[in-house]
């Protein structure tokens, strides 16, 4: 569904991504692991055609993001770490705006729409103005609008943020689900329990190149993820200190 093919960005002298490959196929939930600053949401950006990678490809259900852009963003939903609403519209308003940019007709959008309400606990506010919102509500309207279309590829940066036990359930089942239908989901998160209990691969990177790739058995090991990703990434930042790297100030 997801293919990363030697990407790299830079800004100026900055290489933000470095030879990045990834590869999330269907039916999987990704992680996509680093500190602040790894290149995560750089390339994330890139995915979603906000950035063009300097060099190598990036293909979202065989459709090159570059040359085939827009046919290659009907594929997916993308979920910033920020959700953003337009204060002057309701839920409901903001829903229904998403659906004619995506295309759905209205009995279609009818449907999806009570679906998604239902499944994201929205009904009690669906018809107040999102300036009223708080981040959990904000975040939860915001994936409403990203599942409406049943998008082939699913893709959230953090987005267990200012959700409270019950409604992180439901974005993780969510996500799951949302796999199990043979879509995928690439998932870039700090929340690493979340990983343990819903993600079926991990990638995990810092200042911009790869330290692992694969299944979340063989990340753990014998240990904890925490325990093995933060070894991971400690010894990459001494590494690069010792090689007298400058650390990538860019996520």
Do not use: W
């Amino acid at each position: 569904m997801l293919r990363i093919t030697g990407v790299s960005k830079r800004f100026g002298s900055l290489v933000a991504v470095d030879q990045l490959e990834m590869h999330v196929p269907p039916g999987r939930v990704h992680a996509f692991l680093g500190p602040n600053g790894a290149g995560k949401t750089t390339t994330i950006k890139m995915c979603t055609g906000l950035l063009r990678p300097d060099d190598g490809s990036i293909a979202i259900d065989g459709l090159d993001v570059v040359r085939q852009g827009v046919e290659a963003r009907r594929c997916i939903a993308y979920v910033p770490d920020e959700p953003y609403l337009y204060e002057r519209l309701t839920g409901r308003e903001f829903l229904d705006f998403t659906a004619r940019i995506y295309g759905l007709d209205r009995a279609t959008f009818a449907k999806r729409f009570d679906e998604v309400v239902e499944q994201f606990a929205l009904a009690d506010f669906m018809d107040q103005l999102a300036e009223g919102y708080s981040h959990g509500m904000r975040q939860r309207v915001v994936l409403a609008a990203a599942v409406l279309h049943h998008p082939k590829l699913l893709i959230v940066d953090e987005p267990l943020v200012g959700l409270d036990p019950k409604h992180i359930r439901v974005v993780l089942q969510l996500l799951r689900e949302f796999a199990d239908d043979g879509r995928s989901v690439l998932m870039s998160t700090h929340t690493l329990a979340a990983v343990e209990d819903v993600a079926d691969a991990v990638t995990v990177i810092n200042h911009g190149k790869v330290l692992f790739d694969g299944s979340v058995t063989e990340l753990r090991g014998d240990q904890s993820i925490e325990r093995k990703f933060l070894d991971m990434t400690d010894s990459s930042l001494r590494a690069a200190v010792v090689a007298g790297d400058e650390p990538v100030d860019n996520d």
